[in-house]
């Protein structure tokens, strides 16, 4: 089960891409508590709980995410479980006390950044208009001082994915090893960007060789994710999208979403809005942004590639196309050349260096990363 905590919808930062509006809003310990109960009531017995705290910037809220880990640690069930505790955070509020706690209570912790100052200023600075980038690389790097790993994600569009493989050797220059990339969906991807996107993703599959050959491996999500799919012989149903079924997000003020991706202004009237901690769910509204035609993607049908692409993933869907069981062209542009990379560099490192991806088959595709130096 996978949960996401908007601890607060206020941020420093104005990022146009960003699919959560802003309020100046923080969640109280009372909806708090009721979505720690929610959580684990909705959660099967001996399920596996991923918990991640979220904006808005998360950390602005620093004293209330102690305060909500204090109640999903102190509850009867915690021992039930296991729990899997994130921050995904923009890099610009850090501390040594933060570093602290999120050593003490094993919690996962990501920083979004779009690359080098000149890219990452494109989209994520100050509402004053004043870069971040220098404030983010400073918080990388005492991050990586104080925490014993380091996530990064890169959000990329059509003005910035070109230059994708300058940003992963960015993050390789700063000792990072854990690298997500992803796309902004809702952006206006055009015929000469899906044109482009395999030579692209091709770049950066030779810096992951790069890093293979070197023994220094890296975890590059676009390609790791591929190959552990491919050795498993394509995605699992428990690994395919169940939003508002086993993928919740709340709002500050407790109302309930399938997916932190569609919050937007995280009002009840929103269309996407399933229920409130304190009244339930309301299923029945995970139809209302479904394609109604049966002949929806018929390519999807004879797609060679189909048991291996993310065509079911409903936020990403709805983002690109309108709804939520309708793939657009960037999507699938993106996903064949992501699936042709990471066989190819799968293919050639197990020439090269003999039996490598153990860790892909077993579904923790980080592990090669997580042991380099």
């Known amino acids: 089960m996978k949960y996401t905590l908007l601890v607060t919808q206020e941020c420093n930062l104005r990022c146009p891409y960003c699919y959560i509006q802003k309020r100046p809003i923080s969640m109280s310990l009372d909806v ?75 919690i996962s912790f990501c920083i979004s950044c779009d690359g080098p100052g000149d890219l990452h200023n494109m989209s994520r600075s100050f509402p004053n208009g004043e870069a971040a980038s220098a404030i983010v690389e400073a918080t990388i790097k005492q991050a990586r001082k ?36 992803n796309p902004d969906f809702s952006a206006p991807w055009t015929q000469a960007d899906t044109d482009d996107i395999a030579a692209v993703y091709e770049q950066i599959s030779a810096i992951y060789i790069d890093s293979y050959r070197k023994g220094r491996p890296l975890y590059i999500s676009l390609i790791d994710g591929k190959i552990a799919i491919i050795l498993r012989g394509g995605y699992q149903p428990e690994e395919r999208c169940h939003m508002g079924r086993k993928e919740f997000a709340f709002t500050p003020d407790g109302y309930i979403f399938p997916c932190e991706r569609l919050v937007g202004d995280g009002a009840a009237d929103n269309r ?33 590639l189909r048991d291996y692409c993310m065509n079911w993933c409903g936020c990403s869907n709805y983002q690109s196309s309108g709804y939520y069981n309708r793939v657009g062209p960037f999507t699938c542009a993106s996903e064949k050349a992501a699936i042709t990379v990471a066989l190819n560099a799968y293919q050639m490192l197990e020439r090269q260096l003999g039996a490598t991806f153990f860790e892909h088959l077993a579904g923790k595709p980080s592990m090669n990363a997580i042991g380099s130096r």
Do not use: W
Request: net charge neutral; charged share 20%.
């Open 146 to 181: 104080t925490l014993p790993v380091v996530l990064v994600n890169a959000v990329y569009g059509p003005q910035t994915f070109r230059a994708l493989p300058r940003t992963v050797e960015y993050f390789r220059s700063l000792g990072l090893k854990r690298i997500f990339l």
């Open 272 to 304: 996407h809005c399933i229920g409130h901690v304190e009244r339930g769910l309301q299923l029945d509204k995970l139809n209302c942004n479904v394609y109604p035609s049966e002949a929806i993607n018929k390519s999807c049908i004879t797609c060679g």
């Open 32 to 106: 708090a508590q009721k979505i720690v109960d929610f959580m684990y009531t909705n959660t099967p017995p001996g399920e596996k709980m991923d918990i991640g705290f979220f904006g808005g910037e998360p950390l602005l809220a620093f004293e209330r995410i102690q305060e909500i880990t204090a109640l999903i640690e102190s509850h009867r069930s915690y021992r039930d479980y296991s729990i899997e505790l994130s921050i995904v955070s923009n890099g610009t509020v850090f501390s040594d006390a933060i570093a602290d706690f999120i050593n003490r209570h094993n």
